[in-house]
Every structure is written in structure tokens, then in C-alpha cells.
């Protein structure tokens, strides 16, 4: 198996059925001082970041919190932020994002 980021995501847009390609995603961790950006990607053809950390990269365990600028989709929603707690850091986290002009949902993923 390659090696990948400890975290990815993937963007569908369920009203059209395809892959979001091309929306900014910012990766951050919560700190005490608030969140800091760890890392930021561009969703490729097929609605994917696969490398937004290098891979190997050690979690700390922790909130995290992607931010999707959608935009560029012209919907309902400017961005979608999720965040997430690692509890595992030593676990792959894959946070795909459903998207619908109206609605948006998120669950964690293989």
C-alpha cells in the first residue's frame, strides 16, 4: 500500500454526481492560543487531497478542523468547516465531504 497523508478528504457534489475539483482545503489543529494552520491543498480531479501532511507525519491527538471554500460552487454555503477529534493518532483519517447546494454532510471514512 503507498504511503499517504495521516489525513485526506474527498469533496462530491451529490446534485451533479461528480467529484468537486478544484476548492481550496486548509488543514488546522487547535492550540491553546486557538487554531493553527498545519497544511493546505487543492481538491484534484477527482474531489480528492490525498497530501496534505507528508506521510508518516505523527498526529498529535487533538481537534482538527478542515475548511472547504465552496464558493466557488455558487451555493448556499461559502465554506464548510469540519472539525474532528484524532484519539488514535496513529490511525489514517479520511473526512470526505457530501456536498448539495442546500446541505452538506460529512462523515469519517476509510
Given at each position: 500500500?503507498?504511503s499517504?497523508?495521516?489525513?485526506?478528504?474527498?469533496?462530491?457534489?451529490?446534485?451533479?454526481?461528480?467529484?468537486?475539483?478544484?476548492?481550496?482545503?486548509?488543514?488546522?489543529?487547535?492550540?491553546?492560543?486557538?487554531?493553527?494552520?498545519?497544511?493546505?491543498?487543492?481538491?484534484?480531479?477527482?474531489?480528492?487531497?490525498?497530501?496534505?501532511?507528508?506521510?508518516?507525519?505523527?498526529?498529535?491527538?487533538?481537534?482538527?478542523?478542515?475548511?472547504?471554500?465552496?464558493?466557488?460552487?455558487?451555493?448556499?454555503?461559502?465554506?464548510v468547516?469540519?472539525?474532528?477529534?484524532?484519539?488514535?493518532?496513529?490511525?489514517?483519517?479520511?473526512?470526505?465531504?457530501?456536498?448539495?447546494?442546500?446541505?452538506?454532510?460529512?462523515?469519517?471514512?476509510?
Amino acid at each position: 500500500m503507498p504511503s499517504r497523508s495521516p489525513i485526506t478528504t474527498h469533496v462530491l457534489d451529490t446534485a451533479r454526481g461528480r467529484p468537486c475539483a478544484g476548492l481550496a482545503v486548509v488543514l488546522e489543529f487547535r492550540r491553546l492560543a486557538g487554531w493553527s494552520t498545519l497544511a493546505s491543498g487543492t481538491t484534484d480531479a477527482d474531489g480528492r487531497v490525498e497530501g496534505l501532511l507528508p506521510p508518516h507525519r505523527a498526529l498529535e491527538p487533538g481537534s482538527y478542523r478542515l475548511t472547504f471554500d465552496t464558493a466557488p460552487l455558487g451555493g448556499f454555503w461559502p465554506e464548510v468547516a469540519v472539525a474532528f477529534t484524532v484519539t488514535e493518532p496513529s490511525q489514517h483519517h479520511h473526512v470526505p465531504l457530501l456536498l448539495s447546494p442546500f446541505g452538506y454532510s460529512t462523515y469519517r471514512g476509510s
